[in-house]
């Protein structure tokens, strides 16, 4: 995988790296904010996905205007993925909105391997299953471990991003937690979701997600 230096649209990243794939073959790429993503699409007669895209960046540096409360650096992130599902009938010269609602209607998911984070105070690292709903809005679950998770939560309270209500009842349960953990070990298990437009971690509410540029995607069997 090729290491190189990036700076996009106030985004900057000191190293990169990236792998994509289908099957045996690499795929050309391209790279938008520190992250590389395929400009390929399957030939017609290979109606099965199983794209596997690897990423990572290094010292990715936030551009101002995100007033980003955790720092405006990221000491590393990486992803690894599968996009995975069947997609059914013909899509050769078919609208890329459409193409998405089939493999959306076909049980098509992006099934992440791993993920890692290292961020300000917090460190996650975890796995799991993004889709789509009938909208086109991102739908998932991951199971993550996580250190630094109570003081990220406070820092976000303090800038108004989540409410101190939610803050200190998250430190309450994600410290009873810690508290039941193995003493060696200093993360704590933590069920993350994405649905109806927010960022779960556990039963409490942290994000808004934006919606996608293809969004709404046609209905089913439209």
């Known amino acids: 995988m090729r290491m190189l230096p990036l700076a996009v649209g106030g985004w900057r990243a000191a190293r990169l790296a990236s792998d994509c794939r289908y099957g045996r073959s690499v795929l050309p790429k391209r790279t938008v904010f520190g992250l590389a993503i395929s400009n390929w699409r399957p030939p017609p007669d290979r109606r099965h996905l199983g794209n596997h895209l690897s990423l990572f960046a290094a010292d990715v540096f936030l551009p101002a205007a995100a007033q980003a409360p955790l720092g405006e650096r990221i000491d590393a992130i990486s992803i690894r993925s599968e996009v995975t599902g069947d997609v059914q009938g013909d899509v050769r010269g078919m609208p890329w909105r459409k193409v998405l609602a089939h493999w959306r209607d076909a049980g098509g998911t992006l099934e992440v391997r791993g993920f890692d984070l290292d961020y300000g105070p917090l460190q996650l690292t975890g796995d799991g299953t993004v889709a789509l709903d009938k909208t086109g809005e991102p739908i998932g679950a991951f199971s993550l471990r996580a250190t630094g ?23 309450f349960v994600f410290r009873a937690q810690k508290g039941q953990a193995d003493a ?34 046609p209905e089913s069997g439209s």
């Open 149 to 171: 998770i109570v003081e990220a939560m406070r820092t976000l309270a303090d800038h108004g991003l989540i409410s101190r209500t939610v803050a200190a009842g998250a430190a």
């Open 184 to 217: 060696g070990d200093p993360s704590i298990a933590l069920p993350a979701t994405v649905q109806d437009g927010k960022l779960f971690l556990g039963p409490f509410p942290v994000a808004r997600i934006p919606s996608p540029p293809w969004v709404p995607l």
